[in-house]
């Protein structure tokens, strides 16, 4: 089963390609991706990695988890199951 890696206090400059790159010198990488906000494009400082193997996975945290990369320490560790969210805010209007 692949591993969903959290990878927290990223550069700004930082984007998918070079996320990949960073995990990839560890094993497979199946996605790597950088959140951005929505209305202006720019990065949030955090992203997402999945692993398909779990060593591969584990070796990646335990090298990158509080490393220096672009000039941040990075937090780097098993992301927590999405929790699911309601699709339409409560506005507060019921009846």
């Given at each position: 089963m692949a591993k969903n890696l959290y990878v927290g206090n990223l550069s700004y400059s930082v984007n998918d390609a070079e996320l990949n790159e960073l995990?990839?010198?560890?094993?497979?990488?199946?996605?790597?991706?950088?959140?951005?906000?929505?209305?202006?494009g720019r990065s949030k400082g955090f992203g997402f990695v999945e692993m398909p193997n779990d060593d591969e996975a584990?070796?990646?945290?335990?090298?990158?988890?509080?490393?220096?990369?672009?000039?941040?320490?990075?937090?780097v560790n098993e992301a927590n199951p999405?929790?699911?969210?309601?699709?339409f805010r409560d506005r507060g209007d019921r009846r």
């Open positions: 995990f990839a010198q560890f094993g497979k990488v199946d996605s790597a991706r950088v959140i951005t906000d929505r209305e202006t584990q070796a990646a945290i335990n090298a990158l988890n509080e490393k220096e990369h672009v000039g941040r320490k990075l937090t999405r929790e699911p969210r309601p699709r």
